[in-house]
């Protein structure tokens, strides 16, 4: 019963209440796009960091591999042990950093989708006000954000993350045909 009632309160607003004003929308929709492009932009520089992370990680799991080895070759079973332990210890880092960066390769390709999309809206909200398209567009960048068509700083990072998935899958094809050919 309230809730029939309640309904039909929610309906005579909603016809009472007025369109919403295109500039005060399309405000809003410039502030939500430049959160959400400077979001983008740290979401990419912590991807970056967490390559970083995993490069820097997998360097000392096979470092302490290596003296784990060497050890054993003279019966040091002392400092076989310890490092075992230390490669135990930096394959489990490297594990949680591959799921932090799986997490963060989902989470940004998200955001980017979001992102194309709102910029999608506010560019054709823009086209149903032209007056204000141009100073929309000024406002945006005057506060930090850029048109996608003359982002040259996002194409740079974007290019850098690419740079940097394919130097990582390069080192890990090429550790696995070492491994294969029984190199060190």
Known sequence: ???????????????????????????????????????VI???????VTQQHITAETQALEDADRRGKLAAGINDHDTATIAEQFVAKHAERVAVLEQKLAAQTAELGLSERELAGMTEQLKRL???????????????????????ETDLADELVKGQIDRVAKEATAEEQLKA????????
Not at 138 to 143: D, F, L, P, Q, V
Not at 177 to 184: C, E, T
Request: glycine share 6%.
């Open 42 to 48: 740290k979401m990419r520089q912590d991807y970056l």
């Open 177 to 184: 045909l070492k491994k294969r050919m029984g190199k060190p």
């Open 126 to 148: 823009e086209k149903e006000r032209p007056q204000a398209s141009s100073s929309a567009w000024r406002n945006i960048e005057a506060a930090g954000g850029t048109r996608p």
């Open 1 to 39: 019963m309230f809730e029939r009632l309640r309904a039909a309160i929610n309906a005579a607003l909603d016809a009472a209440t007025p369109p919403p004003d295109l500039s005060e929308l399309s405000g809003q929709m410039r502030q939500a796009v430049v959160e959400l492009r400077s979001a």
